[in-house]
């Protein structure tokens, strides 16, 4: 191994700290073993072993050999450099040393949890921890280096969630940027009648909320716009956002609906989106009487005008304010935040992928949200539930779990199907009076006051069949099953299989990611789950942040949710966000690159390679000079520079190939 | 017979194969069985589910308990059409088809299968004459099969028998292939993989009440 | 390319106009066609309940034998009309790609008879064969008597799109459908074209095997076809063979004309009668008057 | 090294993996907290980004005595620095030809994307790649022949990391 340096501060003097992690880690690794061997390693002057090393008294153990000058540099190994780097390096640092006088080998998530065999394991703890003490002697000490943090605050999605957050931030003073991709904020909630389990109006608790945002001073909502680009780090992002033309200024229109009314259309055929299609409106529209803002949208799919300029578009002159224009353009707004919260949400399952269900094949057969239309009192049918023949269904089946816990189609459980379900059950059972069949694998109602709801339909004679719907169909096999929509399916309580006649079958579907996930969590360079939900950075430590700093999830984004989870969620993310605002800086990480320049031939092949521009060329001294500010510590310019005079804090060729001695050859 | 026995609603550990589930589980893809959620799909699906003693839901269910006496026993394996529809909807893609067929092997090897229950003749015969053979004739099939289930059965066929060869869709000779030899050799030389031992078929088969 | 035949048990003896209208079709339609050398049983459903090892060296010993008479380089492919042979065939072509030990144990034992079977046999049924490679317009062109105004329900029965088929839909299969089409027969639609027929139950079970194919005959004539159009042995004879008998059953007088698929393919291609195995069936098929379809007598 | 190893077992490869800190390594992570038990030979080397990876890094591997080398970043498009990993594949398959004139067999050094919720795929890879390189068995090396690979690769060689370790 090669001599390392001797100038700064003398030999190095290695403690070793080995941890059992109670037994996560000392069930397969012999950790005495390891603590003999560690013992014998060059430089090692201190070797201990402790049950919880992340615990107050075995940090102490570290902080006391460092004030005793027993050690000057430190490994620990136990967990993962994710979890408890932080934690050791600020022990460290609280005892006088220098944070990144510090090394940590992952013996648990990379050894005890994924190897059987003990001997094996305790081997590769060995290997890791000769590494990590081969390395750190080589250790230099550094200082964080800190960059002020912008205050304002980005969500992307007007649904409850980033509703709920972006009022939370304002509240708190910070100046919020609302973006929403459809022309009014409020997202799924604003579609329901009621919610579960109080039942009350989804309208009447989330409207004020929605009006609350559109009037506050310290937030600016864009609708019907999408984040186009995002630039930066942590505490200081560059954003860009796609303001797509609505051709209705929102300054000037008052939503007074005369410019729709006057439309040449003078029937609405167009399916409208808010009412999931069962409802027509004109190219020309208003989402819903609430929508925020209330301000007409032109539809360039369909709006004569935009597609053959051949209109004699009477909505121009029925609008008072002349608030219609059809040279509107897109506009690029640029923006700088500090902290970004996603809250894009979720869509609903496609119910025609399960072709044996019928839908779209048979008539009175509903997805869920389109009940949730139906049953609402400002939907297309006044909240009435109707047959297409325009009569009350006497018999309605509720099929559970569709799309959902198959490994066809979805293999999670969607959390929201089995409440919504009681729902609507009650809520068609009172506007109907039809017999109402659950059909229902198991029946999930974890939460405060579900299990109660679930007793109280229960007791209002609701039926509930435990058990899959195989197929709903139109052959009758009795007289009473003609005409009828008949659903197969085994009550698996009582062992037999059931054909059950009904006029109208509502399939709740289960939730999925949106269509775009993939590309909205490239654009905010975040990871998704195996699912495509947003990966959080910890199931249970870290539910809201994600692997890039700044930038966290609300809602039913990072996985399906109901409201009170959502709006919980939310507040956690704004949470995260503002103690990250109001630290007023962030530290980075000095992983930074830094130039030997005495070594620096000045080929300029590592400023090309740069994706931050970070590299730059000093013409008088012919080398190359990094921008400590602008890197964000890649190391890709290291490995390219065929001098070698380009290095990187923490990783640089030496301390790397030490450890790969290490790694490789450590007895 | 007295009502008192038949199906009784306890089990006893004791009675019960502990390995059962595994010994099922053995077959190509067959791990997918641990992963049942009962949700009856497959009992759904099936066009034969409501004449057999137990549903195929039920089935898995007493396999993975290890009520091996109770499953190999049924009418519900024996049933089995084989129309797959339970396989295809399966939401944790378990082959119920081939977990029937391995439950009919193993009735078969241990020669417990239900009362008047021709179908596992059937599948003997056939299983011969293809040794034999190479191919099966159906007529001679069915006339051994009605010999050693229900001889009056084919009485009553008879006018279809009739009726098929004036339409001349009844095959008399029995059918075969030229290279016999060839075919036993591939046989035989599973036989040792065979999860069978060949006595286990030619044995007569057992009658168990059901 | 020429496809291989490969008849299985049913079609040489109770699905004989099955064979006899699919080689007067593919004959109509140039399609070369060769029956398999010294082809044994497919090893289908009843032998599975004995071995299933031996079940698939069965169809094992079939595909290899394909491929040595296809001739090294060339494709193999296998036409298989019985809906149990082609699951059979096609089972054992899956499970001896995803299970390397069952491979090398078949391919053990075909070894000791000196044959090989590397995979490249393939399994196609008529219907595959006829709507992705011969394709609809060379059947529409086929066409000299349209069968305009003959209602046809679409049986496809289970083992044909179950579970491994991959040319059709498995729960909407269509390819019956556009070729009846294309013959210019009006199509019944009717959700049971994939439920099961009762298989062999019908005869070892008559109780339980004969009311599956009764419910699929009521719910046909229910929705007026004049003829159910099959492309399994099988089916065809559980759902015609035994009419007069359920007609006792069920108090209920049943009568539907069940034809093979080719043999409506043939009467639309104005093929001599007698080439089709028309006479062979028990319930007459009557080619729609309005064209002067002749009546065929049983 | 490997001759140090006391007491003839059978042959258990050595393989270096060099994880990028966002997806594989974290990936692998995943793979413990989910237990997954994969194979104990492969010891992982953490950088920030597959891009800092240094052929030079893969050779000292090789030459101290592992018998494969195994490279993980994020799949093309993720990369936390938006193209470190391009850059990774483009110098590695330039890298694989020279190890093919050396005769290392390609299967002794791979290079896999895997993504942050890809656990189970660490431990497919590590499976596939153990299995593989015992198959080969130990990795013999012409010492001269890497120093030829080592200066075509570039000047600084094994003294410049001397002098590394020194200065730095």
Not at chain 1, 53 to 63: K, N, V
Not at chain 1, 321 to 338: L, P, S, T, Y
Not at chain 3, 203 to 215: A, C, K
Not at chain 3, 258 to 270: K, S
Request: hydrophobic share 40%; with cysteine.
């Amino acid at each position: 191994m090669s001599q390392p340096n001797m100038k700064s501060n003398g030999t190095p003097k290695v403690g070793v700290y080995v941890c059992h992690c109670g037994i996560n880690i000392a069930h397969t690794v012999d950790v005495a073993e390891t603590v003999k061997f560690a013992a014998k390693l060059p430089y090692v002057t201190v070797v201990r072993d402790y049950k919880f090393m992340c615990s107050d008294p075995g940090q102490e153990l570290i902080q006391q050999d460092f004030r005793d000058g027993k050690v000057d540099r430190v490994v620990v190994a136990s967990c993962s450099p994710l979890m408890h780097e932080a934690t050791f390096r600020r022990a460290l640092a609280e005892a006088g040393g220098n944070a990144f006088m510090f090394q940590m080998a992952n013996i648990r998530e990379h050894v005890s949890w994924v190897t059987l065999d003990k001997v094996a394991a305790t081997d590769k703890a060995k290997a890791l921890i000769a590494a990590a003490v081969a390395r750190v002697v080589l250790h230099q000490p550094l200082q964080k280096t800190s960059v002020p943090v912008n205050p304002d605050v980005l969500i992307v999605g007007g649904g409850i969630s980033g509703i709920h957050a972006a009022l939370t931030a304002a509240n708190a003073g910070k100046k919020v940027y609302l973006v929403e991709r459809d022309p009014t904020i409020g997202g799924h909630m604003a579609k329901f009648d009621k919610t579960f389990p109080t039942l009350d109006c989804s309208a009447c608790i989330l409207t004020p909320k929605m009006s609350a945002v559109r009037s506050h001073p310290n937030i600016t909502l864009w609708t019907y716009s999408e984040v186009a680009g995002v630039e930066g780090y942590v505490g200081n992002f560059k954003v860009k956002v796609r303001r797509k033309p609505r051709y209705v200024d929102e300054e000037l229109c008052v939503g007074c609906y005369e410019c729709i009314e006057a439309c040449v259309y003078k029937k609405p055929r167009f399916p409208d989106e808010f009412n999931v299609g069962l409802s027509m409106r004109r190219p020309i529209y208003i989402p819903f009487p609430q929508a925020t803002p209330l301000v007409a949208v032109i539809d360039p799919e369909t709006c004569a005008q935009i597609k053959t300029g051949k209109c004699k578009h009477p909505c121009v002159e029925a609008c008072l304010r002349n608030a219609i224009n059809f040279d509107q353009k897109e506009v690029i707004e640029e923006i700088d935040v500090g902290a970004i919260i996603l809250a894009t949400g979720f869509k609903t399952f496609d119910a025609s992928r399960v072709s044996r269900y019928g839908y779209g094949k048979y008539p009175n057969i509903y997805s869920s949200l389109e009940i949730e239309r139906m049953t609402n009192a400002a939907g297309p049918t006044g909240g009435e539930v109707r047959l297409t023949n325009g009569e009350k269904p006497k018999a309605v089946g509720i099929v559970h779990c569709v799309g959902s816990r198959d490994n066809h189609t979805n293999q999670w459980c969607s959390r929201v199907c089995c409440m919504y379900s009681l729902k609507l059950a009650h809520l068609i059972k009172e506007r109907t009076e039809a017999e109402i069949y659950n059909f229902y694998i198991d029946m999930r109602t974890p939460g405060k006051g579900y299990e109660e709801f679930y007793e109280r339909l229960l007791k209002e004679n609701v039926h509930f069949i435990r058990g899959r719907v195989a197929e709903i169909s139109d052959w009758a096999m009795t007289p009473e099953e003609e005409g009828k929509l008949v659903i197969r399916a085994e009550d698996t309580l009582v062992g037999v299989v059931r054909r059950i006649p009904v006029d109208m079958v509502v399939l709740s579907v289960g939730l999925e990611p949106q269509a775009d996930a993939d590309d909205v969590r490239r654009l905010f360079n975040i990871s998704c789950g195996k699912e495509g939900w947003f990966l959080e950075r910890h199931p249970k430590l870290a539910p809201v942040s994600t692997f890039t700093d700044g930038v966290f999830l609300a809602g039913a984004c990072q996985g399906p949710k109901d409201i009170p989870d959502c709006v919980a969620q939310a507040g956690a993310a704004t949470a995260e966000a503002l103690a990250l605002i109001d630290a007023g800086k962030v530290e980075l990480e000095p992983n930074t690159a830094y130039v030997l320049e005495e070594v620096c031939s000045g080929c300029q092949t590592c400023i090309g390679l740069c994706p931050y521009s970070a590299i730059t060329f000093d013409k008088e001294k012919k080398v190359a000079v990094v921008n400590g500010a602008l890197c964000k510590g890649c190391g890709t310019c290291v490995a390219s520079c065929p001098s070698g005079s380009l290095q990187q804090n923490l990783f640089t060729d030496a301390q790397i190939l030490h450890e790969i001695k290490g790694v490789v050859n450590y007895v | 017979m007295n009502r008192w026995e038949g199906w009784h609603k306890v089990r006893y550990e004791s009675e019960l194969a502990p390995h059962f589930a595994a010994e099922i589980a053995s077959i190509p893809g067959g791990d997918h069985l641990y992963s049942c959620i009962q949700c009856g799909t497959c009992s759904g699906m099936c066009p034969l589910s409501h004449h057999m003693d137990f549903t195929p839901r039920q089935i898995i269910a007493m396999i993975r308990a290890g009520f091996k006496a109770d499953v190999l026993s049924s009418y519900t394996t024996w049933l089995c059409a084989s129309c797959y529809s339970c396989t295809v909807e399966c939401p944790k893609e378990i082959k119920l088809t081939d977990i029937m067929y391995a439950a009919k092997r193993l009735a078969i090897r241990e020669g417990v299968y239900p009362k008047r229950f021709p179908i596992a003749v059937l599948a003997d015969e056939f299983f011969k004459s293809v040794e034999r053979n190479g191919r099966s004739s159906e007529t001679w099939l069915l006339t051994r099969l009605y010999l050693r289930t229900n001889p009056f059965k084919m009485l009553k066929q008879a006018g279809l028998g009739m009726r098929l060869w004036l339409h001349g869709r009844l095959g008399l000779k029995p059918e075969s292939i030229e290279r016999k030899s060839e075919l036993r050799s591939i046989l035989k030389a599973l036989e040792k993989e065979h999860m069978i031992k060949r006595k286990g078929n030619t044995a007569p088969l057992k009658e168990v009440a059901s | 390319m020429s496809y291989i035949y490969f008849p299985g048990c049913s079609l040489q003896s109770t699905g004989k106009p099955y064979e006899e209208s699919m080689q007067a079709v593919f004959a109509a339609l140039n399609i070369p066609i060769k029956e398999l050398d010294d082809w044994n049983c497919c090893g289908a459903t009843a032998y599975m309940s004995i071995s299933e090892l031996k079940s698939f060296a069965l169809s094992a010993r079939n595909m290899a034998l394909a491929e040595r008479q296809a001739g090294a380089g060339n494709s193999a492919d296998m036409v298989v009309p019985c809906a149990a042979c082609y699951l059979g065939l096609n089972k054992a072509h899956h499970y001896l790609a995803e299970n390397p030990d069952l491979n090398a144990k078949i391919k053990g034992a075909l070894g000791v008879a000196g044959l090989n079977y590397s995979g490249r046999a393939r399994i196609r049924h008529p219907l595959d064969v006829l709507v992705n490679d011969i394709g609809m317009k060379a059947v529409t062109e086929r066409v000299k008597q349209p069968l305009k105004g003959m209602k046809v329900a679409c049986y496809y029965g289970c083992q044909l799109v179950r579970p491994y088929a991959d040319f059709d839909d498995q729960h909407e299969p269509t390819t019956m459908d556009v070729i009846m089409k294309a013959l210019g027969a009006e199509v019944v639609d009717w959700p049971l074209k994939t439920r099961c027929c009762g298989g062999s139950l019908t005869g070892t079970v008559p109780d339980v095997g004969q009311r599956l194919s009764y419910i699929l005959l009521r719910e046909a004539k229910k929705r007026g076809c004049d003829v159910i159009a099959t492309a399994c042995p099988l089916c065809q004879f559980n759902l015609e063979c035994y009419q007069s008998e359920m007609s006792r059953k069920y108090e209920a007088p049943v009568n539907v004309p069940v034809a093979y698929f080719t043999q409506l393919m043939g009467m639309a291609f104005g093929l001599d009668h007698k080439k089709l195995g028309l006479k062979r069936l028990f319930v007459p098929v009557h080619a729609p008057a309005a064209v002067g379809g002749s009546h065929v007598a049983a | 090294m490997s001759e140090n190893k006391s007491t003839p077992k059978p042959f258990e490869p050595r393989i270096v993996a060099f994880f990028c800190n966002w997806c594989t390594y974290t990936a692998a992570d995943l793979a413990g907290t989910a237990r997954m038990r994969y194979a104990p030979n492969v010891r992982v080397v953490r950088i920030m980004c597959s891009g800092r990876l240094d052929p030079q890094f893969v050779l000292t591997a090789l030459r101290e005595g592992a018998d494969g080398v195994l490279i993980g970043g994020c799949h093309p498009g993720d990369c936390h620095y938006q193209e470190g990993n391009y850059k990774a594949l483009r110098r590695f398959s330039l890298f694989k030809r020279m190890l093919n004139d050396l005769g290392i067999e390609p299967a002794r050094v791979r290079l896999e994307w895997i993504a942050a919720s890809e656990g189970d795929k660490v431990q497919r890879v590590i499976n596939e790649m153990t299995e593989a390189v015992r198959a080969l068995g130990p990795l013999k090396l012409e010492p001269r022949a890497l120093e030829g690979l080592e200066a075509s690769l570039s000047e600084k060689a094994a003294e410049l990391v001397l002098t590394q370790g020194e200065t730095s």
